[in-house]
C-alpha cells in the first residue's frame, strides 16, 4: 500500500513540517505517531492556543492524515476489485 505517489506524499509533509512520524501496520491497522514534542500536553495547548503558527501545525497533521487515509483506502478498494 506504500506506492510511490504515498511515499512522495510521506517526504513531502515531513519536509513541508520538520516533522518527523512513524507509520506502524500491525493487525490489519495502519497507525501514525508524530513525534511532536510537547505539542499536544495539556500545559502547552494552554499557552499556545491562539498561536497561528500552532494551529496551522495541527491542520497540516490533520489534513495530512485525512488525505494519507483516503488514499490508502482506495489503494486497497482499487486492490480488492
Known amino acids: 500500500i506504500l506506492t510511490a505517489d504515498v511515499m512522495e506524499r ?3 509533509f515531513q519536509k513541508e513540517n520538520k516533522m518527523e512520524f512513524d507509520i506502524i ?10 513525534h511532536s514534542d510537547e ?10 492556543m491562539l498561536d ?8 497540516n497533521m490533520l489534513k495530512f492524515v ?3 487515509s483516503n488514499s490508502l483506502i482506495k489503494i ?5 476489485i
Not at 27 to 34: A, C, E, H, P, V
Not at 42 to 47: F, G, Q, R, V
Open 10 to 12: 510521506l517526504l513531502q
Open 25 to 34: 501496520i500491525k493487525n490489519n491497522n495502519l497507525y501514525l505517531r508524530f
Open 39 to 48: 505539542m499536544f500536553e495539556a500545559s502547552s495547548l494552554k499557552k499556545e
Open 52 to 59: 497561528k503558527r500552532t494551529i496551522k501545525k495541527y491542520f
Open 66 to 68: 485525512y488525505n494519507l
Open 76 to 80: 486497497v478498494d482499487d486492490t480488492l
